[in-house]
């Protein structure tokens, strides 16, 4: 649910978190990242950093400076604002994708489970090309950065387009780095090897995590995906992965990105139920 | 010239200072010591800046070893004065015990050895001047598993050679430092570990959270600077209305994923709470049940596997008296000269 009220809850002494629904949508998630650039625009004193996440925005603060009770209410504030937003800044970013690759089958069998991109086809009832077509047939929206650098988690804009798949019943040991896997309607990414419980559904030969920020798309931070973000997966074959991950090691990859913005509408009247129907084009 | 040798790594031995806030909302933790108090004093015996306060502070101050229960060995190359704290790592200086807490001279050729966990689980090494390794993202405290800070962004291993900074005071100057024996703590088996309840205790049920905070939990091998388990009772959830059971995931544990701060006690399928430390995600799937107050977050960091602590409720503003309370504490006024 969408609450009427965000919930202003404590996270120990250092932090609090305004929750605006317990649930996973477009429309809430609006409201995290317009909170958070309300505070980016006019930094409230003592807040030091904050945490967009799918349904929350995490706040630190100094408890020196600022009560948390001074806190809420200056939040509180800023809070009918946030309820009426419409659109946002959103980069478009072009990630090539190839599915269903080797390692993600290796680790499947390592793990003792079946090839994952197979099991979403049998469990969504279609091919396992019908799931490759679907899954880069709608833009993403990343809704929450975390767990590890990098690591984001991304909601279909095309709800029809939407793809379901459980989550490991016993989590991975571990999992190759730069590979693209979903659960529930989330996809995410493992920037860098670690466990997990997510299906597999292919991997990228570019990087989204550079310690050593090494190519101009890294040159605000080692980290590329941000709440806010649109992505396109696109698909490519086993000799383009290739191409494209000698120029990604050579430090000469073109990533695509473009600054534009996205209307929360667009996503609704994609809706099932919406009076204006789905299938209108999303970009600004 | 380097002022110290890596002879042996140990279990894991990490260079870090107050550690790197500002990046939380891109996945990167702020890492830093597992015990801010120790690697804090450490550095004031040795005339080092201690840094500004851990995730709201500005300064990360000066950048010293913590090593993990066991293991490092180090050799002198250049006279200085070093300081050990934390947990008592039976250290030994040429073969003969190590004064902890203090300052202490050591010149070419010296060997210093931590050589088994007598109590806590990590100390702290402190070199006149602060360990000379780059800034990474404006701190220099070690990330081994996002490849960051420190040497390499990795533990230390044998042949690596740190450099130091100019000391702010003449070495002659800096011996016979000591803290103040009354603020010198004592890690024993039993612990009592300082929480704020939230921000999803209404997930589980009353008889549950009562559970927590009655039992005493044991910690788990499988603990590192991310995270920290305990074992004890199985917890339980109220039901959970079908549309997060459908966005959330089939476990009753499971929340649409929102900020775990470093603190946060998350618990997976109701069973081993685990303690979300200085490495941990900021991100998660899991409801927590609590928070650790930071001034206890060094507790933490000093438990060993197979010992026990409880989990007491406290309100944030008697959490903000006990951060008010340790950062006080970290202070020259801490420290006494012979």
């Known amino acids: ?284 | 010239m380097p002022v110290l040798e890596v002879l042996a790594g140990g279990l894991q031995s990490t260079i870090q200072d107050v550690g790197r806030p500002g990046y939380l909302a891109t996945g990167m933790p702020p890492s830093g010591p597992a015990d801010r108090f120790a690697l804090g004093i450490a550095n004031l015996l040795v005339g080092n800046d201690p840094g500004e306060r851990y995730l709201v502070g500005r300064r990360p101050g000066a950048a010293g070893v913590e090593v993990l229960l066991s293991g490092l060995g180090l050799r002198v190359h250049a006279e200085t004065v070093i300081a050990v704290t934390g947990a008592d790592l039976a250290p030994t200086l040429n073969g003969q015990p190590l004064a902890t807490w203090q300052s202490v001279r050591v010149k070419p050729d010296d060997e210093v050895l931590f050589r088994r966990a007598r109590s806590g689980a990590r100390a702290y090494l402190a070199v006149a001047g602060g360990i000379d390794v780059p800034l990474f993202a404006g701190s220099r405290a070690t990330n081994v598993r996002a490849f960051v800070g420190g040497v390499e962004g990795r533990a230390l291993k044998p042949g690596d050679l740190l450099r130091t900074f100019p000391p702010r005071r003449a070495v002659g100057a800096l011996e016979g430092r000591r803290l103040r024996p009354d603020l010198v703590p004592v890690f024993g088996h039993r612990w009592r570990v300082r929480v704020v309840l939230g921000p999803q205790d209404d997930l589980f049920l009353p008889e549950s959270i009562n559970a927590f905070l009655r039992h005493d939990w044991e910690l788990s091998s499988t603990s590192d600077r991310m995270g920290c388990r305990y074992i004890g009772p199985a917890l339980e959830f109220k039901p959970r209305p079908a549309y997060l059971v459908e966005q959330a995931g089939a476990d009753p544990s499971n929340i649409v994923d929102d900020t775990i701060p470093v603190g946060g006690i998350q618990v997976p399928g109701g069973v081993e709470p685990i303690v979300l430390h200085v490495d941990g995600p900021s991100l998660g799937g899991y409801a927590k049940i609590a928070t650790v107050i930071s001034a206890d977050l060094g507790k933490v960091g000093q438990m060993r596997p197979g010992q026990v602590t409880s989990f007491q409720a406290v309100s944030t503003d008697a959490a903000v008296a006990a951060l008010r309370d340790l950062e006080q504490s970290i202070a020259e006024t801490s420290i006494t000269s012979t």
Not at chain 1, 79 to 84: G, L, Y
Not at chain 1, 135 to 162: E, I, N, R
Not at chain 1, 247 to 269: F, H, K, M, N
């Open chain 1, 1 to 284: 649910m969408i609450y009427a009220e965000a919930q202003y809850k404590p996270l120990g002494d250092l932090y609090l978190t305004v929750e605006f629904g317990d649930e996973l949508s477009l429309a809430l998630n609006f409201r995290v990242i317009a909170l958070d650039g309300a505070l980016k625009a006019r930094p409230l004193r003592g807040v030091t950093e904050t945490i967009p996440t799918n349904r929350s925005l995490g706040i630190v603060y100094d408890p020196f400076t600022v009560s948390r009770q001074e806190l809420v209410a200056r939040l509180k504030e800023l809070e009918p604002q946030v309820h009426t937003i419409e659109e946002l800044p959103s980069r478009h970013v072009t990630i090539p994708i190839w599915y269903d690759d080797p390692w993600s089958l290796e680790c499947a069998t390592a793990h003792g489970v079946p090839n994952n991109v197979e099991l979403l086809a049998e469990i969504n009832a279609m091919t396992v090309a019908e799931v490759i077509r679907t899954h880069s047939g709608t833009d993403h929206w990343v809704s929450a950065v975390g767990f590890t650098p990098a690591c984001y988690q991304a909601m279909p804009l095309d709800p029809s387009k939407a793809l379901t798949a459980p989550k490991y019943q016993r989590p991975r040991r571990w999992t190759p780095e730069r590979i693209l896997c979903i659960a529930g309607q989330l996809t995410s990414f493992y920037p860098i090897a670690s466990p997990g419980g997510y299906q597999l559904l292919g991997r990228t030969p570019i990087e989204l995590y550079d310690p050593r920020q090494r190519n101009p798309a890294f040159a605000d931070g080692p980290v590329l995906p941000r709440v806010g973000d649109r992505h396109t997966y696109v698909p490519i074959d086993e000799t383009t992965y290739w191409d494209i991950r000698r120029e990604v090691e050579a430090g000469v990859y073109e990533y695509q990105i473009r600054e534009e913005t996205y209307r929360l509408q667009d996503y609704l009247s994609r809706l099932p139920g919406s009076s204006e129907g789905r299938g209108r084009g999303a970009r600004a």
